[in-house]
C-alpha cells in the first residue's frame, strides 16, 4: 500500500471496530434509488454512510468484473478510513447497486449480523433513465433489471432483508423511512425527517441534479408525462417476459 493508504486502513481499523452495531448495506439496480437512499440515512445520527461505492461486497461478473472475489473487506475498511465518526455514530452504511446479486456471501459473511436493503423501482422508470455520465443514452436494459427483481425476491421472507419501493419512499417517506429505521434497530430521528438539511452526503453524480434535494414525484411513472421521449423502450421492456413477470409480482402491472 502506498503511506496515504495505509494511513486510511489503520484508521480504517479504528473505525470498524468502533462501528459496532450491525452495518447496513444497500443494494439494487442501478437507477432505483440506492444513492438517494443512503443520502436519507446519512442524515441519521447514528448512521456514518459512505458516499463512495466501495465495491467490497459484490467484485464478480454481475458487478461488470471478470472474475469473482471474496468479499474484500480491506477494501471496505481502507474506504471507512476516510471518514471522521461522530460520536454518536454507531453503524456504517454502504452502498453499491451491484450487492443485491451478493446478499448470499454477505449475509454468511457477517453471520447475519447485518441489516440488508433491497430497493426496487419501477421498471420502466429504471430503464429510460438516463445515464448520469452521459446524458445522450440510458443505462440499464431489461434483462438487468428483471435479474436485479429476480434476486431481490429471493429474500421476500429473510428477517435481515428489507425490500422498499422506490416509489413508496419518494410518496410515504414518514411511513417508510419508520418501516428501514424498525428494520435496521435504530430509532427514528428528527433529523432523518429532514433529511436533506442534516446529509453528510449532499453530492453525487447518481443523484438527480447531482446534488440532493426535496423529494419529487417527478421521476415516478415518467412515461405518463407529455414530454416523454423514450417510448420506443418502453415497448422493448414490455416485450421482456421476465421483466413483466417481475412487474407484476412487485404490483407494478
Known amino acids: 500500500m502506498r503511506p496515504m493508504d495505509i ?28 444513492s438517494l437512499l443512503t443520502s436519507v ?13 466501495t465495491w467490497s461486497f459484490c467484485y464478480g461478473p454481475h458487478a461488470g468484473f471478470d472474475s469473482h472475489r471474496p468479499i474484500r473487506i480491506k477494501r471496505l475498511i481502507k474506504t471507512l478510513g476516510r471518514y471522521t465518526p461522530r460520536p ?9 447497486p451491484a450487492n443485491i446479486f451478493y446478499f448470499d456471501e454477505i449475509l454468511r459473511y457477517f453471520s447475519n449480523n447485518v441489516r440488508l436493503i433491497h430497493i426496487i423501482r419501477d421498471g420502466r422508470d429504471v430503464v429510460t433513465s438516463i445515464h448520469p455520465a452521459d446524458k445522450s443514452r440510458t443505462w440499464v436494459s431489461p434483462d438487468r433489471w428483471a435479474a436485479a427483481a429476480e434476486k431481490g425476491l429471493q429474500y421476500h421472507s429473510h428477517p ?34 429532514t433529511w436533506h438539511k442534516h446529509a453528510t452526503i449532499t453530492k453525487s453524480k447518481n443523484l438527480i441534479g447531482s446534488s440532493i434535494s426535496d423529494l419529487s414525484t417527478h421521476s415516478i411513472r415518467k412515461f405518463e408525462q407529455k414530454d416523454f421521449r423514450h417510448h420506443d423502450i418502453i415497448t422493448d421492456f414490455m416485450k421482456n417476459e421476465n421483466a413483466v413477470k417481475y412487474m407484476k409480482l412487485f404490483g407494478y402491472l
Not at 43 to 53: D, T
Not at 88 to 96: I, L
Not at 169 to 186: P, W
Open 160 to 193: 435481515n432483508v428489507i425490500t422498499i419501493k422506490y416509489e413508496e419512499l419518494i410518496t410515504s417517506f414518514k411511513s417508510t423511512i419508520e418501516k428501514i429505521c424498525c428494520h435496521a434497530g435504530i430509532k427514528p430521528h428528527n433529523n432523518i425527517y
Open 41 to 53: 440515512m446519512s442524515a441519521h445520527p447514528e448512521v456514518l454512510a459512505m458516499e463512495e461505492e
Open 88 to 96: 454518536s455514530h454507531r453503524r456504517w452504511c454502504e452502498k453499491s
Open 7 to 34: 494511513t486510511y486502513y489503520l484508521k480504517g481499523i479504528v473505525n470498524y471496530r468502533t462501528l459496532t452495531q450491525p452495518p447496513i448495506i444497500i443494494g439494487g439496480c442501478e437507477r432505483s434509488g440506492t
